[in-house]
């Protein structure tokens, strides 16, 4: 196929946006979050008042709203039929209900479909895209030639969390960033887990430039 593909997987506040559309901008290439597209799906679940503790709901729901990706690194985008909800996915609503939605074996499914498409048309067109989520470098993309698994210290990543959502309460943070990589990494399909053919990249100690830069390196050479 034309292109390469960067895959990125980690826990919650590992770095992973950050470094994806760093990476992305830095060699002209798309950027796909996978996880706004879980948090789309379920914001549409809870929007349309389906019990997101339904698994059989949510199956049979799962093919109904269309989600749209906009894959610019400077500028991504998200829709659901059409609109915009780039604010609505971030609410405490959607994200202590995702992990539940996003362990429906029918919404992976389609979702995981939805990826491959993305990220074979971006390939042809500009060349390279990286993408990031919880099963990008086990499911999505398993054949990608950059293959990365951030993580940090579970205090970083709460303070970084902390600041992107401009919450002082850094325990509460941590607490639920917990709380879902437990989920994320029990649940029965596609579970977060790191592989031995994916480089575990500790971004703990690293600036975020630092992180872009090794991630550029390793890139080009596998180019
Ligand atoms: O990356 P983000 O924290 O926005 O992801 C939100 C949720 O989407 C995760 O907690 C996880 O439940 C789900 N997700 C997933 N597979 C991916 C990306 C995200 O299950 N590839």
Aim: charged share 25%.
């Amino acid at each position: 196929a034309e292109g390469i593909v960067i895959a990125i997987d980690g826990p919650s506040g590992s770095g992973k946006s950050s470094t994806a559309k760093g990476v992305a901008k830095a060699r002209d290439w798309r950027y796909l979050d996978t996880g706004a597209m879980y948090r789309a799906i379920t914001w549409w679940m809870v929007s349309n008042q389906i019990d997101v503790t339904d698994a059989a709901a949510v199956a049979q729901a799962a093919s109904r709203p269309v989600i749209t990706m906009g894959t610019d690194p400077s500028a991504p985008t998200v829709q659901v039929d059409g609109t915009d909800v780039a604010q609505a996915i971030r609410t405490d609503e959607v994200t202590g209900n995702v992990s539940a939605v996003s362990a429906v074996p029918e919404v992976r499914e389609r979702l995981v479909a939805r990826q491959r498409e993305i990220i074979a048309e971006e390939c042809a067109a500009v060349g390279g895209i990286v993408v990031e989520g919880r099963d990008i470098t086990t499911v999505v993309a398993p054949d990608a030639p950059v293959k990365l698994f951030l993580t940090a210290s579970a205090e970083a990543r709460a303070q970084r969390r902390s600041k992107e959502v401009h919450s002082s309460d850094v325990a509460a943070t941590q607490a639920a960033l917990a709380r879902r990589d437990k989920l994320d990494s029990s649940r029965a399909v596609s579970p977060l887990t790191q592989t031995a053919d994916a480089t575990e990249l500790d971004t703990t100690g690293l600036s975020l430039d630092e992180v872009v830069g090794l991630v550029v390196k390793l890139a080009d050479e596998a180019q």
